[in-house]
């Protein structure tokens, strides 16, 4: 079975900082789509990254950037230029195509970004 | 295109009651998945819908139940609740399973407070 951990329950840092987020996972699956989400109090989960398994390149989106490492089977979250409302639960996800594409989850980093 | 619609955002319920939930899918979607997220934990899975039927289910006993209709909307049934169900419920919906750049946009979730 699948297990992803994120070991970082919380971090803080100061605006304008980088902070990278941490995430392993558990998989004998060589095709698989990793995805790093962000839920802050309004609870909604909001997508920030996503990473297919076969891509070499990592993924980037404006101030976040992946360095996933397939055969290290780690998969950490950069946040460039850190702002206040990047305050949230983070997310690190797997997804296993062909099995219902169901997610499954780390428990979440709590980051919060000081002024 | 309008986004994920929840409906309640907040319940109470009292032990051994059931309760329904709701779920409209983002436009252009016709998948929709159920998630479970205690507090402070990651989702764990509920049930998909595909095409109104069960496309997988996750370690959740029969009580839990689902429909989805043909506008794609889809409820989820608790019955006899127990305490342990005092949880977030987020709705996620999707293109069909294989879609290039497949994923999810989730909902601003139901919290359920079994009392």
């Known amino acids: 079975a699948q297990t992803v951990t994120q070991s970082q329950p919380e971090m803080s840092v100061q605006e304008a900082e980088t902070v990278t987020l941490s995430c392993t996972y558990d998989?004998?699956?060589?095709?698989?789509?990793l995805f790093w989400y962000k839920q802050p109090p309004s609870r909604q989960m909001i997508l920030v990254i996503r990473?297919?398994?076969?891509k070499q390149q990592n993924a980037t989106e404006n101030r976040f950037s992946v360095n996933f490492q397939k055969a290290a089977k780690s998969f950490s979250l950069k946040i460039s230029d850190s702002q206040l409302g990047d305050t949230a639960m983070y997310f690190c996800?797997?997804?296993?195509?062909?099995?219902?594409?169901?997610?499954?989850w780390g428990a979440g980093t709590k980051l919060i970004i000081k002024p | 295109e309008t986004g994920v619609t929840q409906s309640p955002t907040h319940l109470i319920k009292t032990r051994g009651q059931q309760v329904t939930l709701r779920c409209s899918s983002q436009?252009?979607?016709?998948?929709v998945s159920w998630y479970q997220q205690a507090l402070g934990q990651g989702p764990q899975f509920i049930f998909q819908y595909y095409r109104e039927e069960e496309n997988g289910r996750g370690n959740f006993p029969p009580r839990f139940s689902g429909l989805q209709f043909p506008n794609y909307s889809s409820e989820l049934n608790v019955n006899a609740l127990e305490l342990d169900d005092s949880a977030l419920y987020l709705c996620?919906?999707?293109?069909?399973?294989?879609?290039?750049?497949?994923?999810?946009?989730f909902g601003s979730g139901t919290r359920l407070t079994v009392v």
């Open positions: 996620a919906s999707s293109r069909p399973p294989g879609t290039r750049d497949y994923g999810y946009t």
């Open positions: 436009s252009g979607h016709n998948t």
């Open positions: 990473q297919e398994a076969y």
């Open positions: 998989t004998s699956e060589n095709n698989y789509y």
């Open positions: 996800a797997f997804m296993k195509p062909k099995s219902n594409y169901q997610l499954i």
